[in-house]
């Protein structure tokens, strides 16, 4: 961070618990305003750090409503989530959220490049720009997710894969140390698959802690800690 | 031989500078090229951020304002700077948590708001004498610009441009990825509220120049025009305003030698502007 007090939401200092699991959430329900009905009720579950849960559930089991609330964009109703120890949004940068491929407008005018350098503005804050330091963490991540060749090409031209890989690549670029991604393999093609599976390895020996959400597990050819099933807003933990 | 002033292509002096040796056109002149900067730059946000429908009921809203700002000898800037205040309220109450409930969704609350305030001021038109001493409210009238809304439209440009430099990447992000900008702490909603005042100042500028019922066009044509050739945000936005300053400076000398309203002529070449460009990029593929 460049000057602390320009800081987005001013939270940027909290220091993890270092003992502590990468999440912890504890009896959690979660709903959306106007609706009486909850879209998650009681869900408790630990993420140790360093590991690689699968969030499994059909259309409409509450798996984006889950991600989404632990990354702090949807209130919690009841119960706590913990990140590093903090509470949700105590440290923004060492979250990182990916979302569906819908979520995004996809026509606006931004190149490849300027949409993964948005992941390095966290670490900016207000009133700041991205330096060559963050120019040089976007170009490595290009590199990485092998779209370095269209870094120039506005977004909306980009090929469904494409899109996967510069959302990925923002991701990565932001540097964070848990990563929920929302359907990160869903309609893409053979080689994406891979790349991004490989991307996750490497991510996961390096201690980061993620969530993939996914219809089928069985269709990950990844490996797993463990798996998270959602039904009916209510959850099952069991092993990959 | 040529002597010293003497313009090179024999125009000086002639046509192309006649109009600006009136005062009134001058004026008039810096006005439209104010407000088309301030509507220009904006109009890329309100088109790649869907608030088309919102900038036109921000300009048509403005009218209440105005009346009661003329009926009283008031600035009609700031006339329609509160109209569009209470505007915001409304639409603000009426789409809140408790009303979407029962099914206001936001852009209804905008429609009904919208065609509400205008209303009012069509019938606030008829309690101020004349109807013809309010039509230039609807259609504009550069002319007549007083200084100290020139004056406004000079503070209005100036704080668009700074806050647009300002928080240009957190605009940027926030109307591609909402999500993201919240997820880091932006806080998309915030931002929007921004950009929805800065369009209402934009509004209120451009109503000066083409009217309550052509502001739109100053605000969306333009920004829709330079869409269709620049990839990216910022050489967009000059180009935008190029476009806008382009229809301004061909519209005024159209109404001049002409003889047609100056408001009106702007829009009618920006909309030329946007169909020939529209042929061109049919054609050149």
Known sequence: ?240 | MMMLGECPLGLCGSWLLEPWAMGFMRAGLAASLLAGLSCALLGVYVVFRRLAFAGEAMSHTTLPGMVIAQMYGASLAVGALASNVLTAAGISLLSSGASRRRGVREDAAIGVVFTGMFALGVILMSFGGSWGDFVHLLFGNILSVAPSDLWFMVCAACAIVVTLIALHKELELSSYDTHYADLIGIGSSRLRLVILTLVALAVVSGVQVVGVILTSALLITPAATAAMFARRLVPMMALSVVISWTAIVAGLYLSYYGSFPPGASIVALSSVLFVGAWFWRKVAG
């Open chain 1, 1 to 240: 961070m460049k000057l602390e007090w320009l800081a987005y939401g001013g939270r940027h200092l909290h220091a993890p618990d270092p003992a502590a699991p990468a999440l912890a959430v504890s009896e959690l329900s979660v709903g959306y305003r106007g609706h009486d009905k909850p879209v998650l009720s009681s869900v408790s579950f630990t993420l140790p750090v360093g590991s690689r849960l699968a969030l499994v559930g059909a259309n409409g089991s509450g798996k984006s409503t889950l991600l989404k609330t632990i990354a702090g964009l949807l209130p919690i109703r009841v119960g706590t989530i913990s990140v590093f120890g903090l509470k949700v949004r105590a440290c923004h940068h060492r979250t990182s959220y990916l979302p569906q491929r819908d979520e995004i407008n996809w026509d606006f005018p931004v190149s490849v490049e300027r949409f993964v350098l948005a992941g390095r503005f966290v670490h900016c804050g207000w009133l700041t720009q991205p330096d060559a330091d963050d120019h040089e963490v976007v170009a490595a991540t290009l590199r990485e997710l092998d779209i370095a060749d269209i870094a120039k090409t506005p977004i909306g031209q980009l090929s469904g894969g494409q899109q996967q890989r510069t959302m990925l690549a923002r991701s990565l670029a932001q540097g964070s140390d848990l990563l929920l991604l929302d359907e990160p393999l869903n309609a893409v093609d053979s080689a994406t698959r891979a790349l991004v599976g490989a991307l996750l390895d490497r991510l996961q020996r390096e201690g980061k802690s993620m969530i993939v959400s996914t219809h089928d597990v069985g269709t990950h050819d990844q490996p797993f800690d463990g798996v998270l099933t959602l039904d009916h807003g209510s959850v099952r933990v069991g092993a990959a």
